[in-house]
């Protein structure tokens, strides 16, 4: 099969849809599929193809860390494509490159297949004042339903997209299929031991520190600051119980933020205002490949964001036996199972009583958790994350008659 995937970001950037068309193209390569990728990149001055992946000019949009939007209508491209001759399209955006693989898919006359990644409600800010917003999520969502009603099958990968396309007015079914990692990688049975130390080194952790972890882009809608601030409290609780039983101030316990992105000063500052500077360690960028030994160097993963789909990030930490602290999020709520593979907490309160819970646990109990955490990611596995998604193309290519 001639797959073409369309996308607004791919490696070198650092992102879960990133990560995600990365691991769709290789893991359709392997299955003997000839596979192109298209991707939006705003420091390309011309088209280059190169192993499979042709990057496209496109316009920098500075409000949103590293992405570009392509325009839809390029001859250039349109070359490409043709040479190639796709049998399916499969577009990872709904603007620019995305809206270019939907005018394509007409032009060529062959089906294509749509994943949303993202809620558009929590990225408006980026483009337009708070005042116009609201006006323009119903242009957003109106511009959704257009995509959904053309494509031949939808992608989700949680029940928050399905309920999206239902409040778009879609009447399709959306094939939820949930996102995968590369379980090899995130192993800690082969993440090099001094790979791991040189982390610890690097940001001053002992071993006998409790190293909470958040990946993500550093934008406002990860909630990082929110997170922040449920941390300061953790502490300051922390503090006083140590006090009390005459003990250190809470010295042991740490906050790691990996990742980089337009909130990333601010956020610095808001941990000086809150007087967890010295607590709080920002890495900035890391490369995908080189993640594995500063999860295999935490005790948890946290996030205090609602905004998040099927984060691969979080995903990736569990494959690395890392139990997750999640904030409640009632269309999410299947990802962790509360007391086996991590918490569901819903206040400050209840963040520190959650740690503290798993802090007194005894090593047996604490390995059962770990363990837990990654076999609960395994069953994303990899090869059959692949059949799904063939599944849906397979679907996607039955005349209208039979489908």
Same mark, same amino acid.
């Given at each position: ?146 995509? =959904? $009603?053309?494509? +031949?099958?939808? #992608? ?5 997209? /399905?309920?999206?396309? *239902?409040?778009?007015? %879609? @009447? ?77 101030? =809470? $010295?042991?316990? +740490?906050?790691? #933020? ?5 909130? /990333?000063?601010?956020? *610095?500052?808001?941990? %000086? @205002? ?130």
């Amino acid at each position: 099969m001639r797959i073409a995937l369309f996308s607004e970001t791919y490696p070198p950037l650092i992102n879960g849809v990133s990560t995600h068309v990365k691991c769709l193209r290789d893991g359709l390569v392997k299955e003997g599929h000839e596979v192109l990728v298209l991707y939006a990149d705003p420091k390309a001055k011309s088209f280059r193809l190169k192993e499979g992946v042709l990057v496209c000019p496109s316009l920098a949009l500075k409000k949103i860390y590293g992405f570009g939007l392509a325009d839809s209508a390029r001859v250039a491209r349109s070359r490409y494509l043709s040479y190639f001759m796709p049998e399916i399209i499969h577009i990872h955006s709904e603007f620019g490159i995305g809206l270019a693989g939907v005018l394509a898919a007409k032009r060529l006359d062959v089906p294509f297949v749509h994943t949303m990644h993202t809620m558009y409600k929590e990225y408006m800010h980026y483009i337009m004042p708070k005042i116009l917003t609201k006006p323009g999520l119903k242009v957003a969502q109106a511009y959704a339903r257009y995509i =959904g $009603e053309r494509a +031949k099958e939808l #992608i989700g990968p949680s029940r928050k997209i /399905a309920e999206f396309f *239902k409040a778009c007015g %879609v @009447k399709k079914e959306v094939n939820i299929i949930s996102n995968t990692v590369e379980l090899d990688l995130f192993d800690v049975n082969f993440i090099d031991k001094a790979a791991i130390k040189e982390v610890k080194n690097k940001y001053r952790i002992a071993d006998n520190d409790f190293v909470l972890c958040f990946c993500g882009r550093l934008g406002k809608e990860k909630s990082v600051d929110l997170l922040l601030k449920f941390f300061s409290h953790v502490i300051r609780k922390k503090q006083n119980s140590e006090y009390s039983a005459g003990g250190t101030a =809470g $010295e042991k316990m +740490k906050l790691m #933020i990996i990742g980089d992105g337009p909130c /990333a000063n601010e956020l *610095k500052e808001l941990t %000086v @205002k809150l007087k967890i500077s010295d607590k709080v360690i920002f890495t900035g960028r890391v490369e995908h490949d080189q993640m594995p030994p500063y999860y295999a160097a935490c005790n948890m993963y946290v996030t205090a964001s609602t905004t998040e789909i099927d984060s691969i990030s979080m995903k990736e930490a569990m494959a690395t036996n890392l139990p997750a602290l999640y904030i409640a999020d009632k269309l999410n709520r299947d990802q962790i199972i509360h007391g086996g593979n991590g918490f569901i907490y819903r206040n400050a309160d209840e963040m520190y009583n959650y740690i503290q819970e798993y802090c007194n646990y005894s090593p047996d109990l604490k390995e059962k958790m770990r363990k837990k955490a990654r076999e609960s990611v395994v069953k994303y596995g990899f090869d059959e994350w692949i059949k799904r998604v063939l599944d849906v193309y397979k679907k996607a290519l039955l005349p209208e008659t039979t489908r």
